[in-house]
C-alpha cells in the first residue's frame, strides 16, 4: 500500500518556525494531492493545507501568509514550513495524501486516502 512518515515536529516558541516532511513510501503507483491536516484537544480535525502535483496550494485562512506547503514530486515527498508560530498553532499534524499502489498479483488499486501516525507540534507563549 501507501505508507506516509512524517518528521519534524518539536516544541517552539511563539514566533519562531518549524518545517515538517512527509514521505510517501510502498508500492506506489500515483500520488495525487498531498497536504497536512490538525487535530488540537476538544477540536476536528482540520485540513491546514494542500498541494495538487501541479503545485496548486490552498490554506486555512488561519495559516495563510505563515505556512507555506510545497513538494517534490521525484521523491513522493510534502513540506510544510511554519513561520511565526502562534499558540493557537500548537496540535497533532498529520500528512495526508491522495494515492494508489500496485497489487503484488498485478494491477492497480483505486485511490484511496492515506495518514501519517502524525507530529506533535508545541508552540509556548
Known amino acids: 500500500q501507501v505508507q506516509l512518515v512524517e518528521s519534524g515536529g518539536g516544541l517552539v516558541q511563539a514566533g519562531g518556525s518549524l518545517r515538517l516532511s512527509c514521505a510517501a513510501s510502498g508500492s506506489i503507483f500515483s500520488i495525487n494531492t498531498m497536504g497536512w491536516y490538525r487535530q488540537s484537544p476538544g477540536k476536528q480535525r482540520e485540513l491546514v493545507a494542500a498541494i495538487s502535483t501541479g503545485g496548486r496550494s490552498n490554506y486555512t485562512d488561519s495559516v495563510k501568509g505563515r505556512f507555506t506547503i510545497s513538494r517534490d514530486n521525484t521523491k513522493n515527498t510534502v513540506y510544510l514550513q511554519m513561520n511565526s508560530l502562534k499558540p493557537e498553532d500548537t496540535a497533532v499534524y498529520y500528512c495526508?495524501?491522495?494515492?494508489?499502489?500496485?497489487?503484488?498479483?498485478?494491477?492497480?488499486?483505486?485511490?484511496?486516502?492515506?495518514w501519517g501516525q502524525g507530529t506533535q507540534v508545541t508552540v509556548s507563549s
Open positions: 495526508w495524501c491522495v494515492g494508489s499502489y500496485y497489487y503484488s498479483t498485478g494491477g492497480v488499486a483505486e485511490e484511496s486516502d492515506y
